[in-house]
């Protein structure tokens, strides 16, 4: 916060200098927002189905019922949220086997 108390700054004219201060602090940061805003989309663009390993693309692949995403290059398995206690219930229901392996994750 800045110092409006300076030699010759009437109560008022201190008054109306912290409020116009304010106003431009809050423009300043809805600025700041949007930014971080068109910034979060644009990196959403950037990296949607592609390899956080290599960036190459990624292929939608059905693997126990769940769309997982395989990348075309490396071959990594990603999943989305929730996909992982989908697999793992569906592993369970098998011979259980899967169930443990990826019950390390959990
Ligand atoms: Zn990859």
Same mark, same amino acid.
Request: proline share 0%.
């Given at each position: 916060m800045p110092d409006f108390a300076g030699p010759g700054l009437s #109560? !008022?004219?201190e008054y109306f200098?912290? #409020? !116009?201060f304010e106003r431009i602090k809050k423009i300043a940061e809805e600025n700041e927002k949007k930014l971080l805003e068109q910034e979060r989309e644009e990196l959403r663009q950037l990296h949607w189905m592609r390899c956080p390993k290599d960036g190459m693309e990624l292929a939608e692949i059905v693997f126990m019922g769940v769309h997982v995403d395989?990348?075309?290059h490396c071959?990594?398995?990603?999943l989305d949220a929730g996909e992982l206690d989908t697999l793992m219930d569906a592993g369970k229901q098998?011979?259980?086997m899967l169930g443990k392996i990826?019950?390390?994750f959990r």
């Open positions: #109560k !008022e004219e200098a912290k #409020k !116009e395989k990348c075309t071959g990594g398995i990603f098998q011979d259980g990826l019950g390390v």
